[in-house]
């Protein structure tokens, strides 16, 4: 990855710089979808873009079919998933110029903040990338001043994978969506010695906090308020989901190794029959399927919560901050092909994540676009997963405010706590207002 | 004889030159790599260093260490750091100095052992830490099956989820890996005592632990120095075995203060904050291997 330098085509002068302009506009009167194309047109350089290691064969295809219709060429580099964040932000530090790169969403303000992203606001088509978007998503992209600060990489929403067949076995008519019901349903299997530990959820200490949310909103409450107040403490709920957590683990209804095991294993233990619940992003159903265990076809989908929300996440592509312009139309343009759309308004990119791996994206069009129905197996209750993004999912806005990773980072050491009763439900409530209290008021461990 | 005093005095001036010379190179690249991020980490330490890093911040003291000092959260992890180190230093010491005490004995194979000695210490410790954490999982892991065939556990156990054996394995994990270095240094020195010393001492009727007690370890005394102030070193600094097999957890079980440095500095970017950290660290590292050394020196210098 090198650093930014003024990428202007050799021999552009300013008068076919302008000429270009012309017929970029000329085209956005014509073909919306076309602006992108044309302003990519401007810049005839090479971009660079960071990924973490997530089907990385995948990633290359993509920027390369952005390429090939006359784009920019995009020196991709992929690095791996965990320690993502501490290797973005040395590199960025250390002034590494990055044209595009994938983010943790709880990343973004404090990025721009710092000068390592910018906004988007007033790009050609950002307004409209906004509106496209599903109500219930737009706080994770807009922040509270009216400022976009990303675009979607993917989205996905909490749901209940659970096994059919175990609950049948169990005589228990439906999938349950309350606490009380999983918790009454897990005690049943393993009661039965229908499956020994019948949860898993993934416990480990970095998703603690995206659990935090999930779990909170099922029982209907907003941890934060849009200012980033944690009143979570103030509402009685919030112990009653901590006592369940610690119920759950202590009483062996989850596997002890949830607190520091990978989601592949996970899904596996459920393919395999080792586990009947699993609450995890919707995406997870593919792996479950994919892995091809004596389970697999027994594992379906179903929302939580009952008549409460989940949680809804996504992670996200950030725009580097240079200020070189042309270059910086190129990266927006490749951001949009890459999050939203192509210049024809058809959804190749996320197409091709739906299909690879059961990633969605935060638009209604996506979920009524022909060739994303076509993508998503049978096994997807697709209109289930539209409407839970719809009406049945939140973001939490205050996870985009610039302190949030310092909390984000400190609430796995609480839950662990909790899970492993080293501290009590009302102990936990506590430590967690003290850790979001504290990363609010900066520099403290 | 004063031309012979300055002979001797222009001699002595050119070997500083050259001696000069010779290091100099070395000398540079210790300043670039050392002197300088030990003066920048100290800067740091005492400013509110913004995430950008392009410029210091406000000054702000000593605040940072009063943070530091003032957190329950270092303390925690300080009280981990110790546990570790002491367990680590003590039983790569022991090993290494039972498999030095072994390989310098005559049996067939002694060669092959030995060449398999230096495996462990070959590997990285990220390497350590990756194969360690399949040994020890819970399900699938080496860890048990051994365990069960030794009638030492009855289930399988989830070593790395329990707070309590999660530090114990990251232990040996790393012990695992120091324990052959210091088998490795500890049997060259083995190999250079006179083995007239251990037949005297026989003929005088000195049983194996008298000759253990009063010529091995006396003799061995400068290479346990260096091998042990090289494992407080590497015990206080040790980060990647920790990192990869429990990443610090199950919460803070083993969240050693390199770890909390790491998460200061790179996850959450509190410069000034992991830059206390580190020089507290560094401080402690120093003072125990300088300690070490005084003590184990302080036993006597003189061989029995």
Known sequence: ?????????????????????????????????????????????????????????????LVGEWTAKGNPAVNLAVIPNVGYSPALQTRLRGGDAIDLYYNFAYNSQKFVDQGWASKLNGLPGVDDMVADMFESARPAYVNASGDII?????????????????????????????????????????????????????????????????????????????????VFADDPKTVGVFEWWQAMYQEGLAAKSVLNTDPGKLANQMAQGEAAFFVLHHYFLTSIRALGGPESANVMQSPIGGSNFTFQIGEVLQLGAGEDAPRREAAWDLMKFYGWKDSAGKFTVFNQWAKAAGLAAPYPGFFKDPDVIAAFPD??????????????????????LPWYPDFQARVGDVVHALL???????????????????AQKGRSL | MSATRKLGGSLRNDDGRFGLKVTAPAAILLAVLLLIPTVLTILYSLHDVPAHGRSLGPFVGLENYTIVLGSSVFWRSAWVTFLFSVGFVVLSTLFGLAMALLLNQHFIGRGLARALLIIPWATPWLMIGILWKWFADGSVGGLNAVLLMMGATTDYHDFLSDPNSALVVTIVAAVWRQA??????????????????????????????????NITLPWLRPALVTVTVLNIIYAFLQFDVIFAMTQGGPGDA????????????FGVTQIGLGSALAVILGFVALAGGLITVKLLYARGSQPA
């Not at chain 1, 302009?21 to 302003?39: I, K, N, S």
């Open chain 1, 1 to 61: 990855m090198k650093t930014n330098k003024n990428n202007m085509a050799g021999g552009l002068d300013r008068r076919a710089f302008l000429k270009a302009g012309g017929a970029t506009a000329m085209a956005a009167l014509m073909a919306p979808g076309l602006v992108g194309r044309a302003e990519a047109a401007g810049f005839t350089g090479s971009l660079d873009m960071l990924a973490w290691d997530f089907q990385p064969d995948m990633i290359k295809t």
């Open chain 2, 180 to 213: 052959s270095f210091a088998g490795i240094l500890l049997l060259a020195g083995l190999q250079t005592l006179p083995g007239d010393l251990n037949e005297a001492a026989s003929l005088d009727g000195a049983n194996l632990w008298q000759r253990f007690r």
């Open chain 1, 150 to 230: 990303s675009a979607p990489y993917f989205s996905a929403v909490h749901m209940m994978h659970y096994n059919q067949r175990m609950l049948k076995d169990a005589g228990i008519a439906a999938a349950p969506q309350t606490l009380k019901e999983i918790y009454d349903a897990s005690k049943t299997l393993k009661d039965k010695k229908i499956v020994d530990a019948p949860y898993v959820a993934y416990w480990v200490k970095e998703f603690c906090e995206e659990y935090l949310h999930t779990y909170l909103l099922n029982e209907g409450v907003t941890a934060f308020d849009a200012a980033g107040k944690p």
């Open chain 1, 420 to 438: 492993l009763g080293q501290a009590t439900p009302a102990q936990t409530v506590e430590d967690l207002t003290a850790a979001a209290n504290s």
């Open chain 2, 254 to 265: 083993t969240q050693v203060l390199s770890i909390l440095i790491y998460r200061q500095l």
């Open chain 1, 379 to 400: 096994y997807y209750d697709l209109p289930l997963i539209s409407k839970t993004f719809e009406t049945g999912s939140k973001v939490v806005p205050a996870r985009t």
